[in-house]
């Protein structure tokens, strides 16, 4: 059995309590923390940026899992990396030249992950999917928290799992959106390795609860 990996999103976190935020997650069962960047242009919202990231990056013991919701976002590559993320994870359908940056995120150490919308249908990562290391699969529009998961990305979960295993990708499948702990076991089952939870976990009462229930739901 692969156990399941939990990325709790900071964006459903008190804004005026990050510091504990970030705590709660380094002492819980989490195994990365999931940053939502959002620009106001790629997605009608906008989050936080690199003074927080700076900020966070000092308290954080886990692998932050940085999801860039910008345009362009090979524009950032250099300041995630020098502000030191672990994972950068780009849209595809924010970038006209993936396959460049995801060799130049790998060129500077970081893992690299690339997403797709809920319209965007899994093949489009057929010739790339091999030299990624996550498949982010958005279960919900992105740009906002706390929305309900849309159904049929389960079928998209088990194309992705079907893609790796036919071209021996080592990628990781990510979901992320509307994430709870009734809807878990089916995303598990479908093939997800990478569960993010927002509003699951930071709106619980108990988040280190909530985080053990989901990586344990199985
Ligand atoms: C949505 C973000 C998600 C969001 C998930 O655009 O990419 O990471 O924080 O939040 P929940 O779990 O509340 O759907
Ligand atoms: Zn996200």
Redesign the pocket.
Known sequence: DRPVLIAP?L??ADFLHLAEAVELVNQSEADWL?L?IMDGMF?PNISFGMPVVESVARLCHKPMDV?L?IVQPERYIDVFHQLGVHHLILHYEASVHLHRYVEYIHQLGMQAGVALNPHTPVNVLKDIVHLIDIVLI?S?N??????AFIPHSLHKIREAKELILKTGSAAKIEV????DLQNAAQIIQAGADVL?????VFRAADPARAIHLLKHVL
């Open positions: 999103s964006l459903a999931h939502d997605v999801h919701m958005m919900v992105p740009g906002f928290g706390g929305q992320d959106g509307g994430v993010v939870a927002g509003s699951n």
